[in-house]
Each structure stands twice: as C-alpha cells, then as structure tokens.
Nanobody
Framework: QVQLVESGGGLVQAGGSLRLSCAAS????????MNWFRQAPGKEREFVAA????????NYANSVKDRFTISRDNAKNTVYLQMNSLKPDDTAVYYC???????????????WGSGTQVTVSS
C-alpha cells in the first residue's frame, strides 16, 4: 500500500499561484505513475494531472492545461503540482494518488490521503 501526504494548499487571490507537494511512501517511488485529483464542494472528485514514473510523460485535464504543471523528484519521493493563473473554479481539496499502469493514468490505485485545501478568492 502507498501512503500519500499532500501539502502546500492555502488561500490565494484569483490570478495567483500555489505549489502543492505530495510525499509518497510504501513502494519504490521511482516506479510509480503519479497523479493529482481534486474535489470541489458538492462535486465528484476529478482528475487533474498525471506524470509517468520516469517523468517523461504528462497528461492534464483540459480545464487546467497551460496553467498547471506536474513534476516529480524521485530522489525526494515527491510529486508537485505548480498551479498558476488560479481561478475561483479551482477551489477544491487536492489529492495525489498513483496509477499502476500509465494507460490508466487518470484512475487512482491507492486509498486517498487527507488532501490539501486550495481556496481561490475572486
């Protein structure tokens, strides 16, 4: 089982930036395809971004493409989500997870951590 701890959320004005971090343990991090999801109040959890185990491939939801960047540091067992040009619609709890197979990059394969709250004010 993979343990996931998200951090870096906060309150930011529209147009601002935040960088989220997710520390993973329990399996060799460099073998894990990592992904980010978010859940806004009253809505289902949705896929945001994914990065392959090597960092060579990434994918994004259309709603965040060109604004968010996913990256990883395998030496630190950490995946990041750099969020720029934030909008009030980005307000949600953000969660990281992993995908066992890259072909299923938008599907989570682990239990969820506690997430980190991102609030964007207008």
């Amino acid at each position: 089982q993979v343990q996931l701890v998200e951090s870096g959320g906060g309150l930011v004005q529209a147009g601002g930036s935040l960088r989220l971090s997710c520390a993973a343990s329990g399996r060799p991090f460099s073998t894990l395809n990592m992904n980010w999801f978010r859940q806004a109040p009253g809505k289902e959890r949705e896929f945001v971004a994914a990065i392959s185990w090597s960092g060579g491939s990434t994918n994004y939801a259309n709603s965040v493409k060109d604004r968010f960047t996913i990256s990883r540091d395998n030496a630190k067992n950490t995946v990041y989500l750099q969020m720029n040009s934030l909008k009030p619609d980005d307000t949600a709890v953000y969660y990281c997870n992993y995908a066992r197979f890259w072909a299923h990059y938008s599907k989570p394969d682990s239990s969820w951590g506690s997430g980190t709250q991102v609030t964007v004010s207008s």
